[in-house]
């Protein structure tokens, strides 16, 4: 990869970017329209009439105002997914926890500013499901000045995500699934209807020119793996926080997650197909059909001939069932940017959360069993925080912890293989974690502690716990309000698998959490 090798050479951002922070001011009118992939017309929920939605691009340090009109027939909500929201948790679009939803024929406005955050984060919706298709990507530059890493020829934005060929308020998420996986909303030429293949998602590259793509991961239901045939990736971001630069043939990304990463046009001029694949656990869990996607990275003529003809070559994908390649993509990753370190080491709060799929009786009745009717259990995803690190009964109640601002929090989070052993992809929102450590089999304090990452761990807003394994994060409660944190696969979402975590006011007036009247956004 010596075209990537360029050092690590930092470069100013090609746009002349004002100093004086900016107001971007957008309207997403949220409709439901007919579209029709696979020779069927479904009812789809979306913002502007597209898909994916459109993208929301600004400067570090820009105030952004959306203005959300909802013309669709179901209750909504956005979520700024990764926007800290620091001092306005009001803002962060978790329908009865910091707001009411926007009901049909209502309106309402988000406003808040994006500070000491630079890279990929996204907006979806947060009411069950509608994620799907009400995302877009929101593309935060650096301040002129501010150092970013090489500079690319052009920057790519990649959704990967899922089309469902049923609408989907009547989708039930223990039984029902996608029909095809999407790059870009785009099913690609895996996918027929009546024998003509659908279109799918196509990048044009110009021989010798760097890329950046800009990869998110929409997806209800799976992690995906990523691969260009005869290309790599250097990866530069995760969650709109630097890495130190990591090349590698093949991206693991779970749902709600973000992955910046350069791609040099060096193969020989072509075309290259880029495939999405998700990965499951392999049996005896229970087995989802395997719907990969794929597009075309087709280089610019520069021979006088067509290559729309030319067969796209294909990459080698892992088998759908090894874990083991997220497992080593996301061990790999490390911090480069300062801001975040050093890693704090005084803890006040060790919390030890168990995830894993249980069963309460319906009706609140202590005993029952399959077939019995009514009486029945009822299936959910859990997070407990078991004491002495043992498993609980399951509970209906969601957990909720509070902290005082400033305090330093651990979470280890155990998979479990109670019921199935999904991975699960946990995402808090209004801060950023230190990814301090991950592993295999049950999480050991005595041993495991001491391969804690305190130098250079990588920062996000959403780690994969690892299938039948566990994962170490810190963080610092400093962010005045209550936050959701929760699994983003979906269907552990709306079966429980989610936690508040409350922070407390700090000291001062700049360390507490306005009221909505008094709030510094009042102007905007």
Same mark, same amino acid.
């Given at each position: 990869?010596?075209?990537?090798?360029?050092?690590?050479?930092?470069?100013?951002?090609?746009?002349?970017?004002?100093?004086?922070?900016?107001?971007?001011?957008?309207?997403?009118?949220?409709?439901?329209?007919?579209?029709?992939?696979?020779?069927?017309?479904?009812? =789809?929920? /979306?913002?502007?009439?597209?898909?994916?939605?459109?993208?929301?691009?600004?400067?570090?340090?820009?105030?952004?105002?959306?203005?959300?009109?909802?013309?669709?027939?179901?209750? &909504?909500?956005?979520?700024?997914?990764?926007?800290?929201?620091?001092?306005?948790?009001?803002?962060?679009?978790?329908?009865?926890?910091?707001?009411?939803?926007?009901?049909?024929?209502?309106? #309402?406005?988000?406003?808040?500013?994006?500070?000491?955050?630079?890279?990929?984060?996204?907006?979806?919706?947060?009411?069950?499901?509608?994620?799907?298709?009400?995302?877009?990507?929101?593309?935060?530059?650096?301040?002129?000045?501010?150092?970013?890493?090489?500079?690319?020829?052009?920057?790519?934005?990649?959704?990967?995500?899922?089309?469902?060929?049923?609408?989907?308020?009547?989708?039930?998420?223990?039984?029902?699934?996608?029909?095809?996986?999407?790059?870009?909303?785009?099913?690609?030429?895996?996918?027929?209807?009546?024998?003509?293949?659908?279109?799918?998602?196509?990048?044009?590259?110009?021989?010798?020119?760097?890329?950046?793509?800009?990869? /998110?991961?929409?997806?209800?239901?799976?992690?995906?793996?990523?691969?260009?045939?005869?290309?790599?990736?250097?990866?530069?971001?995760? $969650?709109?926080?630097?890495?130190?630069?990591?090349?590698?043939?093949?991206?693991?990304?779970?749902?709600?997650?973000?992955?910046?990463?350069?791609?040099?046009?060096?193969?020989?001029?072509?075309?290259?197909?880029?495939?999405? &694949?998700?990965?499951?656990?392999?049996?005896?869990? #229970?087995?989802?059909? =395997?719907?990969?996607?794929?597009?075309?990275?087709?280089?610019?003529?520069?021979?006088?001939?067509?290559?729309?003809?030319?067969?796209?070559?294909?990459?080698?994908?892992?088998?759908?069932?090894?874990? &083991?390649?997220?497992?080593?993509?996301? !061990?790999?990753?490390?911090?480069?940017?300062?801001?975040?370190?050093? =890693?704090?080491? +005084?803890?006040?709060? +060790?919390?030890?959360?168990?995830?894993?799929?249980?069963?309460?009786?319906?009706?609140?009745?202590?005993?029952?069993?399959?077939?019995?009717?009514?009486?029945?259990?009822?299936?959910?995803?859990?997070?407990? +925080?078991?004491?002495?690190?043992?498993?609980?009964?399951?509970?209906?109640?969601?957990?909720?912890?509070? #902290?005082?601002?400033?305090?330093?929090?651990? /979470?280890?989070?155990?998979?479990?293989?109670?019921?199935?052993? $999904?991975?699960?992809?946990?995402?808090?929102?209004?801060?950023?974690?230190?990814?301090?450590?991950? !592993?295999?089999?049950?999480?050991?304090?005595?041993?495991?502690?001491?391969?804690?990452?305190?130098?250079?761990?990588?920062? %996000?807003?959403? %780690?994969?716990?690892?299938?039948?394994?566990?994962?170490?994060?810190? #963080?610092?409660?400093?962010?005045?309000?209550?936050?959701?944190?929760?699994?983003?696969?979906?269907?552990?979402?709306?079966?429980?698998? /989610?936690?508040?975590?409350?922070?407390? $006011?700090?000291?001062?007036?700049?360390?507490?959490?306005?009221?909505?009247?008094?709030?510094?956004?009042?102007?905007?």
């Amino acid at each position: 990869m010596a075209a990537v090798a360029i050092a690590f050479v930092f470069f100013l951002s090609a746009m002349a970017l004002s100093v004086h922070a900016a107001i971007v001011e957008h309207t997403f009118v949220v409709s439901q329209v007919n579209m029709t992939h696979l020779c069927k017309e479904t009812p =789809v929920i /979306v913002v502007n009439g597209q898909l994916p939605g459109p993208a929301i691009e600004v400067t570090e340090g820009d105030s952004v105002v959306v203005h959300v009109i909802n013309k669709s027939p179901y209750n &909504m909500t956005i979520h700024w997914h990764g926007v800290k929201q620091q001092l306005n948790c009001w803002a962060d679009g978790v329908p009865m926890v910091t707001q009411l939803p926007i009901l049909p024929n209502h309106n #309402f406005t988000y406003r808040f500013v994006v500070s000491e955050q630079e890279g990929t984060l996204w907006w979806h919706a947060h009411v069950p499901l509608y994620r799907a298709t009400v995302h877009g990507v929101l593309i935060i530059r650096p301040r002129q000045g501010v150092p970013l890493f090489p500079k690319p020829h052009k920057e790519v934005p990649i959704i990967i995500g899922e089309w469902w060929g049923i609408q989907l308020a009547y989708a039930d998420t223990t039984s029902d699934y996608n029909s095809a996986s999407t790059i870009n909303g785009k099913l690609g030429d895996l996918y027929k209807c009546s024998g003509a293949m659908e279109e799918g998602y196509m990048m044009d590259v110009e021989p010798g020119k760097t890329y950046l793509l800009r990869i /998110v991961n929409a997806a209800l239901l799976s992690e995906y793996y990523l691969k260009i045939a005869g290309h790599k990736f250097t990866v530069v971001a995760t $969650d709109a926080n630097y890495v130190s630069p990591y090349t590698t043939d093949i991206i693991a990304i779970a749902p709600g997650q973000t992955v910046d990463a350069l791609v040099v046009a060096n193969a020989a001029p072509g075309r290259y197909y880029m495939v999405a &694949m998700p990965n499951q656990p392999p049996k005896p869990d #229970f087995q989802s059909p =395997v719907l990969p996607t794929r597009g075309i990275m087709q280089y610019s003529n520069t021979e006088g001939r067509s290559l729309s003809s030319d067969v796209p070559m294909s990459p080698e994908m892992p088998d759908n069932h090894d874990t &083991m390649v997220s497992f080593y993509f996301h !061990g790999n990753l490390t911090s480069l940017h300062p801001r975040h370190l050093p =890693v704090p080491e +005084r803890l006040n709060e +060790r919390m030890f959360i168990t995830l894993g799929l249980g069963s309460v009786c319906k009706h609140d009745r202590l005993s029952c069993k399959r077939g019995d009717g009514s009486n029945e259990s009822t299936i959910l995803a859990t997070m407990n +925080r078991p004491k002495a690190e043992r498993l609980e009964p399951t509970s209906k109640a969601a957990l909720a912890r509070r #902290f005082r601002y400033g305090d330093v929090v651990e /979470v280890v989070f155990q998979s479990t293989s109670l019921m199935q052993s $999904d991975s699960n992809p946990m995402h808090l929102h209004g801060h950023d974690m230190f990814v301090l450590a991950q !592993g295999q089999g049950n999480y050991d304090m005595e041993k495991d502690v001491a391969r804690y990452n305190l130098a250079n761990p990588p920062v %996000v807003n959403t %780690v994969l716990v690892p299938r039948l394994g566990w994962v170490a994060v810190r #963080f610092v409660a400093d962010n005045p309000g209550i936050w959701y944190m929760h699994c983003h696969y979906e269907f552990h979402l709306t079966m429980g698998m /989610v936690a508040l975590f409350i922070v407390e $006011d700090g000291p001062t007036v700049n360390t507490s959490l306005p009221s909505r009247t008094t709030s510094r956004f009042s102007d905007i």
